[in-house]
DNA sequence: TTATTTTTTTGCCGACTGTAAAAATAGAAT
DNA sequence: ATTCTATTTTTACAGTCGGCAAAAAAATAA
C-alpha cells in the first residue's frame, strides 16, 4: 500500500510500475473478500467494491476470476511457506513439550497478525469433490509436505514415517480449523475469537491435544 | 421416496397426502445438494435438476430458499438429537477410555451410513461473519448445549465446568471437521476418504487426541 | 507541443439467480 | 357430468454474475 518516496526516483524502482501498485490493490481487495466469502460467493464486484475502482480492472491484470483467486492463494502459500521457516527456529534445542508450546504460539501470533491466509484456506476446505477444483489449493498439500519435510530435517523424531505424516496432516488441518474459522469455533466455546481468551485457549489446547501424540513419535518405543 | 401400497388405502395415511411426499422429494433432494455445495453456491435450479422436478414446485412447499435450507437443517440437527441418545447409551458403565472409543466409533459409524448432516453444517461453518447470517445454524450451538448436558449427566466427570465445556467443543468440531471434511482431510493424510483405512485412522486419532483430555476431566485432580 | 503507449472507465452480453404470477393438470366432492 | 380445490408446470421478471470490447483518460515518449 504504502510505498512513499517513488515519485521523485522513478528510475530506481524500474520494476514497480504503476500498474504494479494497482495490481497489488486488487491482490489485497481480493484477499479480503476471499477471507470473508468461498470462492464462488466472492465476486468481481464485491471485490472491486472493497478496492474502490471498478470491476473490468481486475480483467486487465488477472485474465480470470480464476487466474486472480490463484494469485491470492499462491501469495498466502508462499508467506506461510517463508513463516514457517521462523516458526521451527530453535525447534531443535528444545524438549518435544516446550517445542510444541513454541510453534504453536508462533503459529497463534501470526495467525493474529494476519489472519486472511487461514480465513481463505478454511473458507473453501470443506467442499466434497476433489480440491483441485478450487484453483490454487493444489498447492496446499505441497505446502504441508514441504512444511513436514522441513520440520522432519530439524526435530529427531523415532516414529514410523507413516504416523509423523498424519501426526502432521491432524495437526494442519486443526490449526487451520481453530484458526481460519476462530469465529465459529469460539462461538461454540462461548468465547469471542477475537478476545484474549480464546487467544490463550487455542494456544493451551492446541498444545494439550497433540502433545501426547508428539510424545510418542520423539520417543525410541512406548 | 419408496411409499408402496398407499394408492389403495390412502385413508390410512391421513397425514400424508399426496403433497407430503412431494415435500419429502423436495427436501431429500435438498440435502443432496447442500452437502455438496455452501449454501449460497447451491441453486434451487440445482436442487430441482437433483430430484427431478421442477424448480417452482420448491416455492410451493416453502417460501423461500432460506426456509428450504433451514428446515434441511432442522432436520439434521433432529437426527443427530435423536442419535446421540444412542450413542450415549451404556458409556457410563465403561472407564474413560473405553467409553471414548466407543462413542466416537458409533459416531464415525452414524456418519458413514448417513454422512449429509455433517456434510452439510461443514460446508457453511466457514464464514467470519457471525454463525446466524446461514439460516438454521444458530440450531447447532444449541443441539452442542443439549449433547453436552446429557452428557454430563450420564458419565461422572470432576473437572471445572468450563474445561468440560471446552472439552466438548473441541471435540465437536475436530469430529465435524474430520467427517464433514472427510474428502479434504483425507487427502491431506495421504488416504481415501471412502476407505476403510481413512475410516480406522479417524477412530483411533480421535481416541489419542481426546483421551488425555478427557482422563484429566474424570479424575479428582492431577 | 504531438504522438504513442499504458491504464482506467463505460457500456453491454448471455447466463444464471430467487421470486412471482399465470396457466395447466389432477383428484375429490357434489 | 360439473365444480371446486390442491398440486404441478409453464412462463416471466428484475437483479447479479463473469467476461468482453471499445471509448475515455492518463501517463510516457517523441
Not at 2 to 17: L, Y
Not at 31 to 46: D, I, N, Q
Amino acid at each position: 500500500m504504502e510505498q512513499a518516496g517513488n515519485k521523485t526516483d522513478s528510475k530506481i524502482a524500474v520494476e514497480s510500475k504503476k500498474g504494479d501498485i494497482a495490481r497489488e490493490k486488487i491482490l489485497d481487495a481480493a484477499r479480503r473478500v476471499f477471507s470473508r466469502h468461498p470462492y464462488h460467493e466472492a465476486s468481481l464486484r464485491m471485490i472491486a467494491k472493497e478496492g474502490g475502482f471498478d470491476h473490468p480492472l481486475i480483467r486487465y491484470y488477472f485474465p480470470s476470476k480464476a487466474d486472480l483467486f490463484g494469485a491470492v492463494v499462491a501469495e498466502v502459500v508462499d508467506e506461510f511457506y517463508a513463516a514457517h521457516f521462523v516458526w521451527m527456529k530453535g525447534l531443535d534445542l528444545l524438549p518435544p513439550g516446550k517445542g510444541l508450546a513454541l510453534l504453536i504460539e508462533r503459529i497463534v501470533d501470526h495467525h493474529y497478525e494476519s489472519p486472511n491466509g487461514m480465513r481463505i484456506i478454511m473458507q473453501n476446505i470443506s467442499r466434497t469433490e476433489a480440491l483441485d477444483a478450487i484453483p490454487g489449493y493444489p498447492l496446499i498439500p505441497q505446502l504441508l509436505a514441504v512444511m513436514r519435510s522441513n520440520f522432519r530435517q530439524k526435530v529427531l523424531l523415532s516414529g514410523p514415517e507413516a504416523e509423523i505424516g498424519q501426526f502432521f496432516a491432524s495437526l494442519f488441518v486443526t490449526i487451520v480449523l481453530y484458526l481460519g474459522a476462530s469465529s465459529t469455533t469460539a462461538q461454540f466455546l462461548g468465547l469471542d475469537h477475537a478476545g484474549p481468551h480464546y487467544r490463550a485457549w487455542l494456544k493451551s489446547s492446541l498444545v494439550f491435544q497433540f502433545l501426547p501424540w508428539l510424545t510418542r513419535l520423539s520417543l525410541p518405543t512406548s
